[in-house]
Structures are given as C-alpha cells and as structure tokens.
C-alpha cells in the first residue's frame, strides 16, 4: 500500500476528528507509518454531503506534518471553498486556500517541504475565472513551493479532462500579478511539474514494512527495495534527507521518453511471478477467443429485473 486517504470531516458516530487529535488521527497517522505507509492524503475544502466545516480545515494535516518529517502529506483540492472568491493572501480572514497558506506560517513549513497541494475540482472550476484561477495557483506556488503542486482533475466525475488540460496548457499568470502579488511566471516547466506522472515524487517508492523487509531479507534482497533501485525514498522526495529538489528524471522527460518507466517495465518482465501473470493472462484471453463471454451474475439479475419491469407494465 503506497498511500492512506482520510475524510476527516466524517468520523465516529458521525463527528468528524482532527488528524493531530491524539486519541483518533494521531494513532493513524502513526499506525500508516508503521506499515510503511509514508502518503497521507487528506479531503480538506470543497464540502461534500454532511461535511462539517469544523473539521475540514487543513490545520490538522500541516501539524501532523511535523511530527511526521519523513511523510508526505497532500492537501486535496488545495482546501479551496466553491462559494468563496478566491483574491490576494488575507491572512487576517483566511478562508479557503488562505486557511492553507496560514496553517505553513503558522508551523514554519518552508517551500518545497513535505506538505503538498492538489488541485483537482479546484482547477476544473476556476479555469472559466482567470482572475481567480491566476490567485488560487499563484498564492500555492508561492507558498508551497513550485515542485508541491500536484495535477488533479476529478474526471471520474465530470467526465473526459481534456478541456481542463487544454486550458491548464494555455493558462499564464499575468506580469501585473507577478509584480503586485510575489507569484511565480507559470512556466511550461512548472506546469510539465504539475502533470499527473510527477506524483512520482511524492512516491517515495515501494512501502516496505517490518513484515514486507523481513519477507525480502528471507530472499535475500534488499530490505528497501525504494533505496536499493534508487527509484525513490525519501531524499527524492523531497524528505529530511533530501535536498527538496525533485528528481529530473521521468517527469519531466518528453512523452514516450521515460527512462525510469522503460526500466521498471524490463525489471517486472523479467520477475518470474510477472512471466507467470502474463502466462495465465495469455491462456485467459486465448481461451476467451473460442468461447463466448458469459454475463456476470449481477448484469443477469438486472436484465431479468429490467424484463419483470417491463412486463409489469406493459
């Protein structure tokens, strides 16, 4: 398991929680590092059905992130609100990503550390506002650092992300609002940042528990297997060890160029349990290739309750 979620504004008996409250976040957070889990994402900002506000701050999360330097924390939908408007930094009213920007003042997090924003549904909605689309990316590159904005599009909902990509590629913030604000020029190399396989920087590789390293110490390999392939580990991404630069590697490199990708494909070819996968994968589609498809039982259930239906009334 390479990351955990949490929805703090739900929790126990219908009370949400703080994921630095002692007696419930806290055991999580520490329960996920014990495993070798070393992502923790967070659903802060854009309210869903019964989210209480109380908790759906990103305070708790950027806390928790001191206490856990060797984690990576990722602040979904950048705690953005759809009814506020979204303006310069108001660190006397902060709301929205304002509530983000001071929760880092507030715990001296420094640009680029290990608290990351992303900004799918955010960025879906802001595109058709390009003043507040050029604030809300402005204010997260300025004070989260130009490598912790992640690509996010929430696509599973709105369908094909094609409009959101096209007009994150022609977006740019204004010099006026470099001048007057402190943002940063959004570059194409900040936005090939921000694209969807740079996620690969919050990865700090295979999670490799007690359990997972004595398995690989019983083989014979490699405790870590993160550090071992040099594919990950917290130095690069972004960690205590680390230099807080992100790896220059397959993220940025020109599509169907992904030196790391072609290496990790090769690797797992040559794993005798991908050969017997890709084995059984290949008796199952040859023997789907003399035989007809066969319904699940629930597409059969539905058809037959959709018939009933129709009898009924017809």
Request: proline share 10%.
């Amino acid at each position: 398991m390479g990351a955990f979620k949490v929805y703090t504004a739900w929790g126990p008996g219908g009370r949400g929680f703080d994921l630095d409250d002692p007696a419930i976040g806290l055991p999580v957070v520490q329960h996920a590092h014990d495993l070798g889990v070393r992502i923790m994402c967070g659903h802060k900002g854009l309210p869903l059905l019964n989210f209480a506000s109380t908790w759906n701050q990103p305070r708790d999360m950027v806390a928790v992130s001191r206490q856990f330097p060797d984690m990576q924390f990722v602040v979904y939908h950048a705690a953005w609100l759809p009814d506020h408007v979204e303006g310069p930094n108001n660190p006397a009213d902060p709301v929205g990503i304002d509530s983000l920007i001071k929760a880092l003042d507030d715990y001296h997090v420094p640009p680029n550390s290990n608290v990351w924003a992303d900004i799918a549904t955010t960025w879906r909605v802001l595109l058709t506002d390009p003043t507040q689309a050029a604030h809300a990316l402005g204010k997260l590159l300025k004070r989260l650092g130009t490598h912790r904005v992640l690509w996010g599009t929430d696509s599973v909902w709105y369908g094909p992300p094609q409009t959101q990509i096209m007009a994150f590629r022609a977006f740019h913030i204004s010099a006026e609002y470099q001048a007057r604000y402190g943002y940063p020029a959004l570059t194409d190399d900040i936005k090939a940042r921000a694209r969807p396989e740079r996620s690969r920087s919050v990865r700090p590789g295979p999670a490799c528990g007690p359990l997972c390293a004595r398995r690989r110490q019983a083989r014979g390999q490699p405790a870590s297997p993160a550090r071992a392939s040099g594919l990950g580990g917290p130095s690069s991404a972004g960690g205590p060890k680390g230099s807080g630069e992100p790896r220059p590697d397959a993220a940025l490199a020109p599509r169907g160029c992904r030196p790391m990708a072609a290496d990790l494909i090769s690797r797992a070819a040559e794993s005798p349990r991908c050969a017997c996968r890709t084995a059984r994968a290949a008796a199952r589609a040859d023997a789907g290739s003399r035989t007809i498809p066969q319904p699940a039982a629930g597409t059969v259930l539905a058809i037959a309750v959709l018939r009933r239906l129709a009898e009924v009334i017809a």
